[in-house]
């Protein structure tokens, strides 16, 4: 039942039947003891004027922004940060009387997930598989940790060597590679590298036989990371065990931002404080029943 102790907060995109935002967010607010709601609004884009002010009247305090309206909502924001600006996307609005403040939360989840894995970033050399949002979210974070070295790698060489041109722009401490995702090119670029994040959508459920790339020999001093969830093991990351590497799936960024999504919803000074393998093997447990479906 809602009364006035009662938080509001959704999600907006399309489609949502499978988003496990409003299931991780209940988690979270039973943990911290909060009285909250967390709805999910599947709208049309022509609809997303009406739901925003539809939300400022329902005294909605932030949603999370998913496919297809991270770059749609823009226009509607009064104020974008540092980082989704650089991204080109916002994931996180946070509601003040009739102002929208844009966030995005996908590159500090990135570095929270790897702190808790113990992945270091500081004076790394490490490559990044596209260059999209999530790519733009992971690389303005590896320059944030201090990593020296940095390879982008992507299916449109141009899109690359654009971003790659941004990155020189902004930062003067690290040195830049780009490229194509092509596999004798990555695999020597590994050579050097401690880290390769695959931050496109190949290996996406359904399309779970693709991969950007697969490895062809053991790489035990190499870290490979996937941003996609479902499937947990992606066909990158059972190449990569099958090469000695260290793997780690996406779901920990995706928690690692919700959390941080709702640090900034509730104005907390902190971190929220949650079990994070608890929630994990909860949001694991809810994946395996879209495998089939």
């Known amino acids: 039942m809602l009364d006035s102790t009662t938080k509001l907060f959704g999600i907006v995109g399309n489609p949502l039947e499978h988003s496990l935002s409003p299931l991780m967010h209940k988690y979270f607010l039973n943990e911290i003891g909060q009285k909250g709601s967390y709805t999910a609004f599947e709208v ?49 609005v946070h509601i003040q009387g009739n102002n929208l403040f844009g966030f995005n939360t996908d590159g500090h989840g990135f570095t929270s997930a790897l702190k808790k894995r113990n992945v270091h970033l500081k004076n790394c050399s490490a490559i990044v598989l596209g260059a999209g949002g999530a790519a733009r979210a992971v690389i303005f974070n590896l320059v944030r940790c201090g990593a020296k070295k940095l390879f982008i790698f ?35 670029a590994i050579e050097t ?57 996406g779901l920990d960024m995706f928690v690692f931002q919700g959390a941080i999504s709702l640090k900034i919803w509730l104005g907390l000074e902190k971190h929220i404080e949650f079990n994070h393998e608890r929630l ?6 809810e994946l395996k029943k879209y495998e089939h479906n």
């Open 193 to 249: 590298c401690q880290l390769i994040v695959n931050a496109t959508s190949l290996g996406m459920w359904p399309d779970i036989n693709k991969a950007p790339y697969l490895f062809e020999r053991d790489r035990p001093s190499v870290v490979a990371i996937d941003l996609i969830y479902n499937p947990l093991q992606s066909k990158f990351l059972k190449s990569a065990r099958q090469a000695g590497v260290k793997t780690l799936d």
């Open 154 to 188: 992507n299916r449109t060489l141009q899109r690359a060597k654009n971003l790659a041109g941004e990155v020189l722009e902004a930062s003067q401490s690290i040195k830049v590679s780009f490229g194509d995702l092509d596999s004798k090119t990555i695999s020597a």
């Open 44 to 92: 049309m884009e022509n609809q997303l004027a009406e739901t925003i002010t539809g939300m400022k009247l329902d005294g909605i305090l932030g949603f999370n922004v998913t496919i297809p309206y991270k770059q749609t909502i823009i226009p509607y924001l009064y104020e974008v940060d540092e980082e989704a600006r650089f991204i080109g996307a916002v994931n996180t």
């Open 280 to 285: 994990r093997k909860y949001l694991s447990t």
